[in-house]
């Protein structure tokens, strides 16, 4: 009789194969053939299997010709570009371009080689791209010609880290191709030199779904950017709850989504691997030009695209804007958005996604999901709660918002009331593995088991969550909290205002007082008493929240991202010179 040692083993063998050569090997899980590594790096083997001829990229190039590209091409030069950096060994890869091609190509074909992208936004300053290159160990830079000079400081540092120019143009061979572009065919060579393993000679399904595919860097306003390690678990997962709460999967119409989010920013929120997984067109931006931007989206084949709130107030006020035929979803993130914004973009035929999240989240994270019953509201109380930052993503856990008043890593939740203040904290598939080789900063991002959103927010008894504010732009008068982006909401309001910024002023008798710093709509004229007067007599405002004063400039100051610049308002309101 058998020993139960060896009849156990016999009973396991039902369930799993050997180790043996003949095993299945589902990329690192031997013999598990219900089980895969997640990696969004797939998304673009499996689109050009399925479809290989649909139209993957449009994009004006840098020497002005339209570039169409297919699933096939598309994947070919990711593949290439992959077996390029095998050969060199090479695994973290800096990348430095617009929403180009190459960028996109990039993403796939790093993950491919088992590296780690690192895309660093080209309006920093020559010293932060400096800094980020060397703090990521960037082994090589993929950098678009245009801004090859932004590369001075960091080539000096570092001249034994090479660089592969994009000349972003409609060859991929012969005069007008660059080094990119022979990268590419270098790599094609070689893979076919050594067997023509194709993808299977690469890391398309990841070794370990666990392992850094991305280094998303913070901004850097207020200390050094931190880097943001995304796995590829995480990747993969926030991609697709992004295919789902962005509506891009459309049937048998496959979506277009126009790129006038930088892909830099926290890779794109991921949706260079989201619009791929579902087979969609990207159109490709090489810069913000709002006139560009409305002819595209007159042409009737975008059907998505992602943008802050100040890139949609611009966009709803340009000289060419005027209501589409073809409805475009909008996911609107970055930084609170107002009711009087979601009205304006709804008039234009643009179906705005309200969605919540930050760099370490992968992006977005919650949505404000819209509820049939708001249809018997009205209108602007309908505006008002779609401006809600709402409810966890589909592939996260819910969101919470706890107290900010107990001692560090206590977790008490407030009360559903939509009155208690407390800190939006995150749990769950969607939260980043933490800041690359910064174990304190990681630390208190997840203190108490949860990830710190450092955002002030109500919680309402339907479980949707409302911003108020950053902790540090709360302003308190004279006992009352004022909340920046509830004013800042308010005075949008105004029919001659564009946008707004409120900040905290010191004030000898309330302590604290709000100032507001507004900019106006094309052709419009306004004073700054002129608003205070409407804020106290027609706004609505409470009279506590008016502004002492408000002052009118030309532009407010943003990050790369959209986001207003509160620090730089600050500085203003002491009196500081506007650069």
Request: proline share 5%; hydrophobic share 40%.
């Amino acid at each position: 009789m058998s020993s139960p040692k060896s009849r156990l083993s016999s009973l396991l063998g039902h369930f799993s194969h050997g180790k043996d050569a003949d095993s299945p090997n589902q990329a690192g899980h031997a013999g598990l053939v219900n089980r895969h590594t997640l990696s969004p790096t797939y998304f673009l083997q499996r689109a050009a299997a399925i479809e290989p001829e649909a139209d993957a990229i449009h994009h004006i190039t840098a020497n002005n010709q339209v570039l169409r590209r297919s699933y096939q091409e598309v994947a070919d030069r990711a593949r290439g570009l992959a077996y390029y950096l095998k050969k060199r060994g090479l695994r973290r890869v800096g990348i430095l371009c617009p929403n180009t091609p190459a960028f996109l190509e990039a993403i796939f074909g790093i993950g491919a080689a088992g590296g780690v992208n690192i895309a660093v936004n080209y309006r920093l300053k020559e010293d932060d791209i400096a800094y980020i290159f060397t703090h990521s160990d960037a082994e090589v830079i993929i950098v678009d010609q245009e801004l090859l000079p932004l590369l001075r400081k960091f080539r000096d540092a570092k001249p034994a880290v090479s660089v592969i120019v994009d000349t972003d143009t409609d060859n991929t061979e012969g005069q007008l191709s660059g080094p990119f572009d022979e990268a590419v065919l270098e790599g094609l060579k070689y893979d076919r030199d050594t067997g023509g393993k194709g993808w299977e000679g690469l890391e398309a399904q990841a070794a370990s779904e666990d392992d850094v595919v991305a280094l998303a860097y913070t901004s850097g306003t207020t200390a050094k950017p931190k880097g943001v390690e995304y796995t590829h678990r995480g990747s993969y997962l926030a991609a697709m709850g992004n295919v789902v709460e962005s509506r891009l999967m459309r049937g048998k119409d496959r979506c277009g989504y126009l790129w006038i989010l930088p892909m830099f920013h926290a890779v794109g929120w991921t949706f260079p691997w989201a619009v791929t997984a579902v087979r969609g067109t990207h159109y490709c931006l090489r810069k913000i030009d709002y006139g560009q931007i409305w002819s595209i989206l007159k042409q009737g084949r975008v059907t998505h695209f992602n943008a802050a709130p100040t890139v949609n107030t611009l966009l709803c006020n340009h000289p060419d804007a005027e209501q589409l035929a073809v409805p475009v979803e909008v996911t609107v993130a970055g930084s609170p958005p107002t009711p009087h914004l979601f009205e304006q973009m709804t008039g234009l035929n643009f179906h705005p996604v309200h969605v919540y999240g930050m760099t370490e989240t992968y992006g977005p994270i919650t949505r404000s999901y819209y509820m049939p019953s708001w249809d018997d509201i009205p209108a602007e109380e309908r505006f008002k709660k779609l401006a809600r930052q709402g409810h966890g993503f589909l592939t996260s856990l819910p969101v919470r918002v706890i107290k900010n008043d107990v001692p560090e890593g206590t977790i008490v939740e407030v009360k559903r009331d939509g009155k208690e203040i407390g800190e939006i904290v995150f749990f769950g598939n969607i939260c980043s593995r933490g800041y690359y080789k910064d174990p304190a900063a990681t630390w208190k991002l997840f203190a108490g088991g949860v990830l710190h959103s450092g955002d002030l927010a109500v919680w309402h008894a339907d479980g949707a969550i409302q911003i108020l504010d950053r902790a540090k732009d709360i302003i308190i008068s004279g006992g009352e909290n004022i909340s920046s982006v509830a004013l800042e909401s308010m005075l949008a309001s105004h029919p001659d205002i564009l946008e707004t910024g409120v900040v905290a002023v010191p004030d000898a008798h309330w302590g604290e007082r709000p100032k507001a710093f507004v900019t106006t709509k094309a052709g419009h004229k306004l004073e700054g008493s002129q608003v205070i007067d409407w804020a106290r007599n027609h706004s609505g405002i409470s009279k506590f929240m008016v502004p002492r004063e408000v002052e009118v400039v030309a532009e407010l100051p943003k990050t790369s991202t959209g986001k207003i610049r509160k620090n730089v308002l600050r500085e203003w309101a002491k009196g500081a010179p506007r650069v």
